[in-house]
């Protein structure tokens, strides 16, 4: 005995699917749109100082990380774990 479904049932719940996945994204984008004002006013009521430190040490992340990070040809042919012994180890 086989069980089918009619196809406008299956419409039917496409629909609802689509509808609350809609619903989904636009509170998504809510969520995004208050989190980006909550962040612009955190900004705003900084203090000049804090502003300029903040900003001192966003340029000092970078060039650290830009120092850390391994060439492109080392990542890709050289990317081996590094399984040297430690001094205290024999």
């Known amino acids: 005995m086989s069980v089918t479904c009619s196809c406008k049932s299956s419409q039917n719940v496409s629909k609802e699917i689509q509808e609350a996945q809609n619903a989904e994204l636009q509170a998504q984008k809510e969520a995004e749109a208050e989190y980006s004002l909550a962040v612009k006013h955190h900004q705003d009521i900084q203090s000049k100082q804090t502003k300029e430190s903040a900003k001192l040490l966003k340029k000092q992340q970078r ?16 990317n081996k774990c590094d399984t040297t012994p430690l001094a205290g180890d024999s």
């Open 63 to 78: 060039k650290n990380n830009k120092s850390r990070k391994k060439s492109w040809w080392d990542r890709l042919f050289n």
